[in-house]
């Protein structure tokens, strides 16, 4: 009898560790979990930022390459206005036109 009891305590202590080891696994799955999510958000942030920057630099290089153009329509004019040639003072009038609009 006496070891009967002995077995049922052995047997309970056992359970109530195996309780307390299937608990801290659930924390740690949980802890998983959380950490996971949290990479998953950081990654997609980190597309996100990467995929904005991509769009601004494009946008950045297109305005500088169109003010370059503004820039040496402008002193091709400023030197044919000095020369005079009026014909080409309207082309360059009409091309900056059309480069003024987009910038």
Not at 65 to 79: C, Y
């Amino acid at each position: 009898m006496t070891r009967l009891k002995e077995n049922d305590l052995v047997v309970q202590r056992e359970n109530e560790e195996l309780a307390q080891v299937e608990a801290q696994i659930a924390e740690l799955q949980a802890r998983r979990d959380l950490i996971l999510q949290r990479r998953d958000g950081a990654v997609a942030a980190g597309h996100e930022l990467k995929s904005l920057a991509k769009q601004i630099l494009k946008a950045a290089t297109e305005t500088k390459k169109a003010l370059a153009e503004r820039k040496l329509i402008r002193v091709r004019w400023q030197a044919d206005s000095d020369g005079g040639d009026i014909a080409w003072r309207r082309i360059t009038c009409m091309i900056w036109g059309m480069f003024s609009e987009g910038v």
